[in-house]
């Protein structure tokens, strides 16, 4: 039995599996799009009908799509630097050789990642109630007005995204550490030898050094928050006045509330295309200036 055949052979069983329940439900989806099943066509298959594009044209002159766009792009825009940022820094301080009680901050620091999204978001909920919140009380007790967080149009998508960075940075973070950690030391007593401050060390090694981990994060990331769902659903419930309706979001109304499954198969591969040509511009970006 000769090499090639071996290989494919051990392969075969995760193809499988792949193809089961990946690349079927996949293909599926995409004729799902192109029909108009929905909630008649689930009672009798006879009433499905093909309507090729007539789904994603019908969306692109949905103003309710335009305005999840538009609330997804400003959760990505708004939450992302945040995120990165503040999974850096924390980074920073852990790898840092004052640093003490490493594990037990790491710990501390990485366990909202692991926790249920749900359970922490009505948790979340309560802290942020406009009566009773334990948020306003601090407020109260500082003198100033009580935030109607949730229930404001204006405060709604950035307390979200407060909630996201709170609990997804600790993933990035124990990247970003496994990144600096892989930095040779000698590059640093090098530039403290030439007089290189703490500042310059940081731009002009940590950074550099640290571009393909930062580029992997910045693309996980951007991935992650575009497919916004959970945190709208338990803490607002799209509102108010659908202000915080995300693209995700949308789909599962089209999907599980109205029954529209092509609707709701149209708008993920739409979301799926916006994914991948945001994923392949930041790609770009980071090869720009790169050496050949």
Do not use: C
Not at 98 to 113: D, E, G, I, S
Not at 232 to 248: A, F, I, R
Not at 249 to 254: A, I, N, S, T, V
Request: proline share 7%; charged share 10%; glycine share 6%.
């Amino acid at each position: 039995m000769n090499r090639p055949r071996t290989a494919w052979l051990f392969l075969a069983p995760a193809l499988l599996v792949l193809g089961v329940f990946f690349v079927l439900p996949v293909i599926a989806a995409l004729a799902l799009s192109l029909t108009d099943y929905d909630l008649y066509a689930l009672a009798n298959i006879h009433n499905l009908r093909f309507v090729g594009l007539h789904n994603y044209w019908m969306l692109l002159q949905r103003p309710l799509f335009w305005s999840a766009l538009g609330n997804t792009f400003y959760f990505v825009a708004v939450g992302v630097p945040l995120s990165i940022g503040a999974s850096l820094g924390t980074a920073l301080l852990l790898n840092s050789p004052l640093a003490r009680m490493k594990p037990f901050y790491r710990t501390v620091l990485f366990a909202p990642v692991v926790t249920t999204v749900v359970a922490v978001a009505v948790i979340w909920r309560y802290l942020f109630n406009t009566k009773y919140g334990l948020v306003n009380y601090g407020l109260a007790e500082l003198g100033l007005h009580p935030v109607d967080w949730l229930g404001d149009p204006h405060w709604a998508m950035p307390t979200i995204i407060a909630f996201a960075v709170w609990k997804n940075f600790g993933y990035n973070m124990i990247i970003f550490l496994a990144g600096l950690q892989a930095i040779p030391p000698e590059l640093y007593e090098a530039a403290r030898i030439d007089g290189a401050t703490a500042p310059r060390q940081f731009w002009h090694i940590t950074l550099p050094m640290l571009k393909p981990t930062m580029v992997m994060v910045m693309v996980l990331t951007v991935a992650g928050y575009f497919q916004l769902f959970a945190e709208p659903y338990v803490m607002t419930e799209g509102g108010p006045l659908q202000s915080t309706v995300s693209v995700l979001y949308l789909m599962y109304e089209d999907g599980f509330k109205w029954w529209n499954l092509g609707v709701a198969s149209a708008v993920a591969f739409l979301l799926f295309g916006i994914i991948f040509a945001v994923t392949m511009l930041l790609l770009r970006l980071s090869r720009r200036g790169a050496p050949a």
